[in-house]
């Protein structure tokens, strides 16, 4: 598959959600760039933005199976993975298979489960593979994880365990809309919703082949050694207990290969990795908790690290 053809398809994704969310482009590129990347999204923002609406319509855009878990604080990891169930007529256990078997898997409000049901996810999000009573069942291809969670202010809400937040790829925020997009909102709205009218773009064949033509989008290795500085610079910063692991130095490379796809490009610039570093790496770092007192947040950290080291002329 050429460039051209993943710049096409990718843009069809996004003119698909656009449909359904309103003057977000920069988070629905991030999310759709996400997928092409072959990992899972986090959506984090209050309730109402369209967390749940973005997620459903990209699943839906993508085809394949789609299943939707809505965790709860009564959830149990086996009502996510699946469980043995005794087979009368045969006389033994068969595995019945949770709604984690599918290519799009979304995670509703996962931060309002209890971490053991969190947890459930872990194996599937980064082997692509669940363990159940001693039997390891592989997971369908493509495999794609849409979390949504609330702040961890309100009510009712967990934090995720640093080893989860690791796994996924990148972290996209949505914001309020602004006065004109919202009134647009409410006309798409009068008659009907309009993810009613969202229909596939491809098939899940076409959706694997997509994420892998994306891994051939060249990156040159003075490239690589800014991403694995900007990184490294992560785990000695005087702010942060906890900088990123070589997971999140991979997610900023496979991230800024589909951001480049999605322009047109069959090579990265040191702007596509600028333009990820943030919703790629703030998630994974850990701000230490007196500087978080004084409202340092980990965005500011990676945007600070990103000004003090010099991009390589490609």
């Known amino acids: 598959m050429t460039t051209v053809q993943v710049t096409e398809s990718a843009l069809r994704i996004i003119e698909s959600i656009e449909t359904v969310i309103v003057g977000k ?3 629905v590129e991030l999310t759709v760039a996400g997928f092409l990347s072959g990992g899972h999204i986090l959506i984090e923002d ?3 933005v369209g ?47 949770g709604p984690i078997f599918a290519n799009v898997v979304l995670a509703d409000e996962i931060n309002r489960a209890t971490p053991k049901s969190q947890a459930a996810l872990l194996e599937a999000m980064e082997e692509f593979q669940v363990t159940a009573d001693g039997v ?3 997971l369908p291809k ?12 309100y009510e009712g809400t967990y934090s995720l365990p640093e ?11 949505l914001g309020y809309p602004d006065a004109a997009d919202e009134v647009e909102i ?13 229909t596939p773009v491809f098939d899940e064949a076409e959706a694997a082949a997509l994420q892998m033509a994306v891994r051939d989008v060249f990156l040159e290795e003075s490239l690589k050694e800014y ?52 919703p790629a790496l703030a998630h994974r770092v850990i701000v230490k908790s007196e500087q978080s007192i004084h409202g340092l947040r980990a965005r500011r950290v990676i945007e600070e690290i990103l000004h003090g080291i010099p991009a390589p002329t490609v």
């Open 163 to 173: 080893a989860q937040l690791d796994r996924f790829i990148m972290r996209v925020t």
């Open 186 to 198: 409410l006309t798409r709205q009068i008659k009907r919703h309009p993810i009613e009218a969202v």
């Open 46 to 48: 209050i309730p109402g």
């Open 227 to 278: 991403i694995v500085a900007i990184v490294g610079r992560t785990r000695e910063h005087p702010d942060l207990d906890l900088g990123a692991s070589p997971r999140g130095s991979i997610a900023l490379m496979r991230c800024s290969q589909a951001v480049a796809a999605i322009a047109g490009r069959d090579y990265v610039q040191p702007d596509d990795i600028k333009r990820v570093a943030v």
């Open 25 to 27: 482009r920069e988070a």
């Open 51 to 97: 967390k749940t609406m973005l997620a459903r319509t990209l699943a839906l855009s993508v085809g394949g199976s789609f299943k939707r878990i809505q965790f709860t604080p009564d959830l149990l990891p086996a009502d996510v993975t699946g469980s043995s169930v005794f087979n009368q007529l045969e006389g033994c256990f068969i595995f019945r298979e």
């Open 142 to 153: 493509p495999f794609f994880v849409l979390a949504t969670e609330n702040p961890i202010e």
């Open 136 to 138: 390891t069942y592989e």
